[in-house]
């Protein structure tokens, strides 16, 4: 970007770095600055640290077993100086609830989004760098994944795979073995559009001048991709990557929602909301809370996401 | 454009053959089939392996597939198990038409769709209605009237909307108009099913018990699509073809709806023909909350029991439609800009 030296100062290149009052900013800075001034942006972010500070501060104040005791004597409880929240049709603790689903609920988004990045730029830097056959081959896999429906897709491949997977124990923690086939089946089934969107920067950025360069100073393939063509496609992932984890949080919700995702006694904001919308009438409490939860995630991850998008827009000339 | 045309359809072909092969797959662990088919009956092993030989279970996967993809008319089945296949098959293979029979109540799978997707069309055609007609509103509105109030603060609602998950929206809208409306004494909408069972099947109940899911499926596209259009339309306001036909002189309403609004709202064609996946995945939610006897539930159902013909059947009637939408919006796209050619 053009570097903020006052023209008083004579021409900027007879000036070494130190010389010029403000120094260039770096990519990052500049994205920072930019990222500063979109007010949504900022609100998305500021929403999204109160909202990981609920879910992993609130494992202070509430344990785990807390959250999963079983009470039938105070179930569907209306919120009180008690329960804040109310309690569930078993009795369990809503408050205490939303706290440890929540922790599960941002993970599978962040892991999902991890297993998307892997398979849609793997996929879209092959077809796009490559081409040929190979390019034409995985495109049509793209889209053959595209074609079903991805809550269709999702839903056959959680029936699939879902009683294959035991338990798991990490730190002291049990997880029911259906987050990770939760996962794995969201990053699965999400990267077809990744893989298009990287695909088209590595078609366009391979035509460049400086890729003709380091090929005939003889970089290697590798090298080329890595250090060359990836990091400058890196704005359109990040921003597509951010988006991914509301998108996969919203996608855990509806599978759990219809009965096929994470399973108890493992929390998850989604699976809190199954079944409660038979209870509609009676006990709001049940859905409103892990609902609304999932409602702001979703919003401010958006949010975030936008003002990424537009920080990280090499045409924008805002500092 | 012939050509075109000939070229996409043939390949489909292979496209949809891959998706039915992966599927199938994906089906084999679904479930127990004979559990399905003769629920808690069938405890004696003889029985399931007659059961499983009439199925077809006892064959390699591939041959099953084979068979559910061509039929097995023109080959034998060992029915008795002794070893000698001597009955001829009955099924006439997807190919052909067959997409055999349910499991859970023994009906062609043909059949059993056919009984729901009208509703799921009523659903989704008058909500693709409702989200054309108020994103073009809203979004024509708030571009006219840019940094209005208006504006402002349809902006926040569509991000709102636009974020918020189609099973809260329904949650909320449901306790806000059915619940709450009901105890205010004021006339409330129904949640569950598509007619009182009282009332009967009329148009005025139908119509009455499509509210509030029609609201649920459109509200997100709604929400998106006027965001789009509303761009969309400033930047077309800002052309020189809209200075030029301001300059003649021409009459407002002519310049937005004639000139500017013909040249913004284009791309919304390709748009909603390649949403169709995510208008069906919100039917599928929709249809389960409020009880809609459509596809979605269908599905649902079907995949809870492990009932794989009518499973596959769903999913490969989904898969040709979306790929002939797209080959639809493709084609409409060419014929309404004539910039572009497709060879």
Redesign the interface.
């Given at each position: 970007m053009e570097s903020i030296a006052p023209p008083s100062k004579g021409s900027i290149a007879n000036l070494s770095p130190d010389v010029l009052e403000t120094p260039p900013l770096s990519l990052g800075q500049l994205t920072w600055r930019r990222f500063r001034r979109h007010k949504?942006a900022n609100f998305g972010a500021i929403m999204l640290i109160l909202l990981v500070l609920y879910a992993f501060g609130g494992a202070f104040v509430f344990s785990e077993a807390y959250a999963n005791k079983t009470e039938t004597g105070a179930r569907l409880q209306a919120p009180s100086r008690e329960h804040p929240f109310g309690t569930d049709t078993v009795g369990r603790d809503i408050l205490a609830r939303t706290i440890y689903g929540g922790q599960i609920s941002i993970l599978i988004g962040l892991t999902a989004m991890l297993v998307e990045l892997v398979i849609g730029v793997t996929v879209g830097a092959i077809s796009g760098f490559f081409g040929g056959l190979i390019d034409s081959l995985l495109m049509?896999?793209t889209?053959?994944v595209?074609?079903?429906?991805?809550?269709?897709l999702l839903?056959?491949?959680a029936?699939?795979?879902a009683a294959?997977i035991p338990n798991i124990t990490i730190l002291g923690r049990t997880f029911s073995g259906s987050v990770v086939v939760i996962i794995l089946v969201i990053g699965v089934t999400t990267w077809p559009y990744l893989a298009r969107i990287v695909r088209s920067q590595f078609l366009s950025i391979k035509e460049n001048d400086f890729i003709l360069a380091a090929r005939a100073t003889g970089t290697s393939t590798t090298e080329i991709i890595f250090r060359h063509i990836l990091p400058n496609s890196i704005a359109p992932i990040i921003v597509s990557g951010t988006l991914s984890v509301?998108s996969a949080i919203?996608l855990e919700?509806?599978i759990s929602?219809?009965?096929?995702g994470v399973r108890p006694p493992t929390a998850t904001w989604g699976n809190m909301?199954e079944g409660?919308?038979n209870y509609?009438?009676t006990a709001?409490w049940l859905?409103?809370f892990p609902?609304?939860l999932?409602?702001l995630i979703?919003?401010s991850i958006?949010?975030v996401g936008d003002g990424l998008r537009d920080a990280l827009d090499p045409h924008s000339r805002a500092i | 454009m012939t050509r075109y045309i000939l070229r996409r359809l043939l390949q489909a072909i292979p496209l949809l053959f891959v998706i039915s092969l992966v599927l199938f797959f994906l089906m084999q662990n679904m479930g127990d089939p004979i559990a399905t088919m003769g629920g808690r009956n069938v405890t004696r092993s003889a029985d399931r392996e007659r059961l499983k030989r009439q199925l077809g279970l006892d064959k390699p996967i591939i041959v099953q597939y084979l068979y559910w993809l061509a039929g097995n008319d023109w080959a034998k089945a060992d029915l008795d198990g002794d070893g000698i296949a001597e009955t001829p098959g009955t099924r006439r293979g997807v190919l052909r038409g067959d997409f055999g029979l349910s499991l859970v109540n023994k009906k062609p799978v043909t059949q059993v769709i056919w009984e729901r997707l009208p509703n799921t069309l009523l659903l989704m055609l008058t909500a693709e209605a409702m989200i054309l007609i108020f994103a073009l509103l809203i979004g024509i509105y708030s571009a006219l009237k840019q940094y209005s109030t208006f504006d402002n603060i349809i902006t926040t609602i569509t991000f709102l909307f636009y974020s918020m998950p189609v099973f809260f929206f329904a949650l909320v809208t449901m306790y806000i108009f059915a619940v709450n409306f009901k105890k205010w004494g004021l006339p409330y909408l129904p949640t569950v099913g598509m007619f009182e069972p009282t009332a009967g099947k009329t148009p005025l109940q139908v119509a009455w018990h499509m509210v509030l899911p029609t609201a649920t499926l459109s509200f997100g596209f709604i929400a998106g699509y006027s965001r789009y259009i509303r761009s969309a339309m400033l930047e077309a306001m800002g052309q020189d073809y809209v200075r030029t036909a301001k300059a003649k002189g021409l009459p407002k309403p002519e310049i937005v709806y004639i000139h500017a609004l013909k040249n913004a709202a284009l791309p919304i064609v390709t748009i909603i023909a390649l949403d169709l996946p995510f208008l069906l995945g919100g039917a599928i939610v929709t249809e389960r909350i409020f009880g809609w006897p459509g596809m979605g539930r269908l599905f649902l159902d079907h995949v809870s029991r492990g009932d794989t013909p009518v499973v596959m059947g769903i999913l490969m009637m989904i898969a040709v439609a979306v790929v002939i939408f797209q080959l639809i919006a493709d084609i409409l796209y060419a014929w309404l800009d004539p910039r572009i050619r497709y060879t």
């Open positions: 949504m049509r896999i889209e053959a595209i074609v079903i429906p991805q809550i269709f839903l056959v491949m029936k699939y795979f294959s509301a919203t919700a509806y929602f219809l009965g096929l909301l409660a919308y509609i009438e709001w859905w409103f609902g609304a999932i409602a979703v919003l958006n949010f | -």
